[in-house]
């Protein structure tokens, strides 16, 4: 079975820090582009960053470039989300997904307040 789990979210003050982690099993890890989505309840999902399987090449929203980063390690087949410098407007229920061609793979989220 394929399993995505994020974890790492919380509650914090503007201008905050938070590191994600999305830890997958059950699938061949180097084989999938991983990408991190946020949403808010009443709003379309939104992506946020995006690490390609060969994790040479990573994109962010406009809207977080510059304060977050996605990182990997691929031996403990996860991938980070370091959120710097926090915003009321990040807040949400952030997800990973694994993205191999056309299959598409989504884990439980985690969720993150930014207070103002």
């Known amino acids: 079975e394929v399993q995505l789990q994020a974890s790492g979210g919380g509650l914090v003050q503007r201008g905050g820090f938070l590191r994600l982690s999305c830890v997958a099993s059950?699938?061949?890890?180097?084989?999938?582009?991983i990408g991190w989505f946020r949403q808010v309840p009443g709003k379309e999902r939104e992506g946020v960053s995006w690490i390609s399987s060969s994790r040479d090449r990573k994109d962010y929203a406009e809207t977080v470039k510059g304060r977050f980063t996605i990182s990997s390690d691929n031996a403990k087949k996860t991938v980070f989300l370091q959120m710097n410098d926090l915003e009321p407007e990040d807040t949400a229920v952030y997800y990973c997904?694994?993205?191999?061609?056309?299959?598409?793979?989504w884990g439980k989220g985690t969720q993150v307040t930014v207070s103002s």
């Open positions: 059950g699938l061949m890890f180097d084989d999938y582009d």
């Open positions: 997904n694994a993205i191999r061609y056309g299959m598409d793979y």
